[in-house]
């Protein structure tokens, strides 16, 4: 078994913050949209905890940010420059996730440092965190103060347009955390991912005849 060093400290950091900001977000702004239904808290504490803790993941947001921008990293977000082998190696991708993996088949992408997503990670993951993402804390921040931003509330077409569209991202968002805690436990044990992202070192199984790195 190899390992390979491929979350460093900021990433991690990063990560975890945002895995329990987050789900905090989440029972919030559940409690918000539901309130009087669900009293797990007061609608004013609700209310503020979601606030506080959006700010919080706003700049935690532009930490990844700017690590990615001034570091080698950058490289594990770089997307495949030709249509058709993105297209052949994400189907391959799926392949092994719809049926693949049920029949003991090896993961056709194989980790390393500057390569830890595979097609289909690195296509989603550049979309949630470069387009969903930031539309999420962007229609936040007009619903926080309508009034002291009210041009673009009234860009983006009013409260009712900014609201639903916040509550649609909120769905994305949430939808991709259960498929991105199942995708957690795809590893050669179920926990493998998780304590990656804990130590930093994704274990690599050794394929048959594969000679072990020193």
């Known amino acids: 078994m190899q390992k390979i060093y491929v979350h460093p400290i900021p990433v991690r950091i990063w990560h975890w913050i945002n895995a329990f900001g987050i789900v905090a977000m989440i029972l919030t ?3 918000i949209r539901y309130a009087g ?6 609608f004013e504490v ?6 506080w803790i959006g700010f919080l993941l706003i700049g935690n947001f532009f930490v990844w940010l700017l690590f990615y921008l001034f570091s080698d990293k950058i490289k594990v977000y770089h997307p ?9 190696e994400s189907f391959r991708q799926l392949q092994y996730y719809g049926y693949g993996i049920f029949k003991g088949d090896p993961n056709p992408h194989h980790v390393s ?8 990670q690195s296509m989603t993951y550049q979309i949630i965190m470069l387009l969903i993402v930031p539309l999420q804390f962007y229609t936040g ?3 926080w103060d ?10 983006l077409g009013g409260v009712r347009v900014v609201d639903t569209v916040h ?4 769905i994305v968002l949430t939808s991709f955390i259960f498929v991105h805690v199942y995708l957690a436990t795809l590893g050669h044990t179920p926990t493998a991912h998780l304590k990656a992202m804990i130590t930093g070192y994704e274990e690599i199984e050794e394929e048959p005849g594969q000679t072990p790195s020193p």
Request: glycine share 6%.
């Open 80 to 88: 495949e420059l030709s249509p058709m082998k993105h297209f052949r």
């Open 46 to 51: 609700a209310v503020d905890l979601h606030n």
């Open 146 to 155: 309508v009034t002291l931003f009210s041009g673009g509330v009234e860009l």
């Open 37 to 42: 239904l669900i009293d797990l808290l007061s």
């Open 167 to 170: 509550v649609l991202t909120f």
């Open 29 to 31: 702004g559940i409690q």
């Open 113 to 120: 440092a500057y390569h830890k997503f595979n097609p289909v």
């Open 141 to 143: 921040l007009l619903l």
